[in-house]
């Protein structure tokens, strides 16, 4: 063989070894069956297919896979949400239609949104929430007739436009007493009478105890005019005003602390006592990771129960926080953090099904993390106390909680 051949011989050899190896390479790279793609090797080819069966998943798991809150406790209690008027179309409408079946107003039906002056009735906001409960077959709580907070300052002013708190006559003090009664019954009666055949349940007054206050009553305008005349007129009218069929609720924060419990407790008791139609206790359960015990909460239920009241869980959250932590993770929130809200939500359902006799309704103020009174108490901060985070994905807690409700 001449020089000549010899070199071209080598020269296709020496392409050929380099095709053959750059194909066995290739192969591993880009395999032909799956195998590494299951097991995640990487590479362009499985990175792409990873991808789109990662989207196909949350597809997936958002229409199929995120079962529904209320049905899955539809043979223990109802399940709500507060939500504002602004919530009642898109993306959050589709949390609530789905997840709930009562609703309460979160504002839209407080005092000073309804009459923020004497004699003009403001409808707008509460009628837009009760037509969207109705149109998606939800029931409606109100909240609330009488709060010491958002009512408009006309209530408390005599006929001459005075403060009455600081009437110092007798005579003008009764005066003022009837006066701002009779106002309170006429606020009652007219809210009650317009959605009597749309709300069967109702808040009617709201966080009357504070331990720390004269008689453990809360010193506000309303005791300090009327003293516990206030909460009787709210409940008798309503009564007369909606009829025997609505159920009528004292609602307050903090009714697992023992104190603050019994004082509530008396306060009720001597209100059925003197045919005050009172049928349940709205147990606020604004708690946060750490506190309170469980097995306090149940306790209170329990109590009230003992009285033939019902029980209702009427703002459910959960902050991430400790009460006397003012610190904030931002929007990094540990996993840890998450994971433990998840083990508490979940315990907490337990508790709620175990107790299912003496409780009708668990309420959360919120649907998710993008819309909560806590981003702003104590302190402004990132907060995360509820079951979907802010992209309205079902975060740990949820998962907990649907655990809880499929457990023997």
Same mark, same amino acid.
């Given at each position: 063989?001449?020089?000549?051949?010899?070199?071209?011989?080598?020269?296709?050899?020496?392409?050929?070894?380099?095709?053959?190896?750059?194909?066995?390479?290739?192969?591993?790279?880009?395999?032909?069956?799956?195998?590494?793609?299951?097991?995640?090797?990487?590479?362009?080819?499985?990175?792409?297919?990873?991808?789109?069966?990662?989207?196909?998943?949350?597809?997936?798991?958002?229409?199929?896979?995120?079962?529904?809150?209320?049905?899955?406790?539809?043979?223990?209690?109802?399940i709500?949400?507060?939500?504002?008027?602004?919530?009642?179309?898109?993306?959050?409408?589709?949390?609530?239609?789905?997840?709930?079946?009562?609703?309460?107003?979160?504002?839209?039906?407080k005092?000073?949104?309804?009459?923020?002056?004497?004699?003009?009735?403001q409808?707008?906001?509460?009628?837009?929430?009760?037509e969207f409960?109705k149109?998606?077959?939800?029931?409606?709580?109100?909240?609330?007739?009488?709060?010491?907070?958002?009512?408009?300052d006309?209530? #408390?002013? &005599?006929?001459?436009?005075?403060?009455? %708190?600081? *009437?110092? +006559?007798?005579k003008?003090?009764?005066? /003022?007493?009837?006066?701002?009664?009779k106002?309170?019954?006429?606020?009652v009666?007219?809210?009650?009478?317009?959605?009597?055949?749309?709300?069967?349940?109702?808040?009617?007054?709201?966080?009357?105890?504070?331990?720390?206050?004269?008689?453990?009553?809360?010193?506000?305008?309303?005791?300090?005019?009327?003293?516990?005349?206030?909460?009787?007129?709210?409940?008798?009218?309503?009564?007369?005003?909606?009829?025997?069929?609505?159920?009528?609720?004292?609602?307050?924060?903090g009714?697992?602390?023992?104190?603050?419990?019994?004082?509530?407790?008396?306060?009720?008791?001597?209100m059925?006592?003197?045919?005050?139609?009172?049928?349940?206790?709205?147990?606020?359960?604004?708690?946060?990771?750490?506190?309170?015990?469980?097995?306090?909460?149940?306790?209170?239920?329990?109590? #009230?129960? &003992?009285?033939?009241?019902?029980?209702? %869980?009427t *703002?459910? +959250?959960m902050?991430?926080?400790?009460? /006397?932590?003012?610190?904030?993770?931002?929007?990094?929130?540990?996993?840890?953090?998450?994971?433990?809200?998840?083990?508490?939500?979940?315990?907490?359902?337990?508790?709620?099904?175990?107790?299912?006799?003496?409780?009708?309704?668990?309420?959360?103020?919120?649907?998710?993390?993008?819309?909560?009174?806590?981003?702003?108490?104590?302190?402004?901060?990132?907060?995360?106390?509820?079951?979907?985070?802010?992209?309205h994905?079902?975060?740990?807690?949820?998962?907990?909680?649907?655990?809880?409700?499929?457990?023997?």
């Amino acid at each position: 063989m001449s020089r000549i051949m010899k070199y071209r011989f080598w020269i296709v050899t020496a392409i050929a070894a380099v095709i053959l190896v750059s194909v066995f390479l290739l192969s591993n790279k880009f395999p032909l069956n799956n195998e590494d793609e299951r097991i995640g090797n990487p590479g362009v080819a499985s990175t792409e297919k990873t991808e789109e069966q990662r989207v196909q998943q949350t597809d997936e798991t958002d229409e199929t896979d995120v079962p529904s809150l209320h049905e899955l406790f539809a043979k223990d209690f109802g399940i709500g949400a507060a939500i504002e008027p602004g919530q009642i179309t898109g993306r959050s409408a589709e949390l609530f239609k789905k997840h709930v079946n009562w609703l309460v107003a979160e504002n839209a039906m407080k005092m000073d949104a309804i009459q923020p002056a004497e004699g003009q009735f403001q409808w707008a906001n509460a009628d837009r929430i009760v037509e969207f409960a109705k149109k998606n077959n939800m029931q409606v709580r109100f909240h609330t007739l009488v709060w010491h907070n958002q009512v408009g300052d006309w209530f #408390f002013k &005599d006929a001459d436009g005075k403060p009455m %708190v600081e *009437e110092t +006559d007798p005579k003008r003090q009764e005066a /003022n007493r009837r006066l701002l009664l009779k106002r309170l019954d006429t606020h009652v009666r007219t809210v009650v009478s317009r959605y009597k055949d749309d709300i069967s349940s109702w808040d009617v007054v709201n966080e009357v105890i504070e331990p720390g206050d004269p008689d453990g009553m809360r010193n506000s305008d309303w005791y300090k005019i009327t003293g516990t005349d206030y909460i009787a007129t709210a409940f008798r009218a309503a009564r007369e005003a909606g009829g025997p069929d609505i159920k009528l609720y004292i609602n307050d924060y903090g009714t697992d602390n023992p104190v603050k419990r019994d004082r509530l407790y008396q306060l009720v008791a001597q209100m059925i006592e003197q045919d005050v139609p009172i049928d349940g206790v709205g147990h606020q359960t604004h708690i946060d990771i750490y506190n309170p015990s469980i097995d306090s909460i149940i306790t209170s239920m329990r109590k #009230f129960a &003992d009285l033939g009241l019902d029980n209702l %869980v009427t *703002e459910l +959250d959960m902050s991430i926080y400790a009460w /006397n932590d003012h610190s904030d993770y931002g929007e990094q929130i540990p996993d840890h953090i998450l994971n433990l809200q998840a083990e508490r939500y979940g315990k907490l359902f337990q508790a709620f099904r175990e107790n299912k006799g003496i409780l009708s309704g668990v309420v959360f103020w919120g649907i998710a993390d993008d819309h909560t009174w806590l981003h702003g108490f104590p302190v402004p901060r990132t907060n995360a106390p509820l079951l979907f985070d802010q992209q309205h994905e079902p975060k740990p807690a949820f998962w907990a909680v649907v655990e809880a409700a499929k457990a023997k």
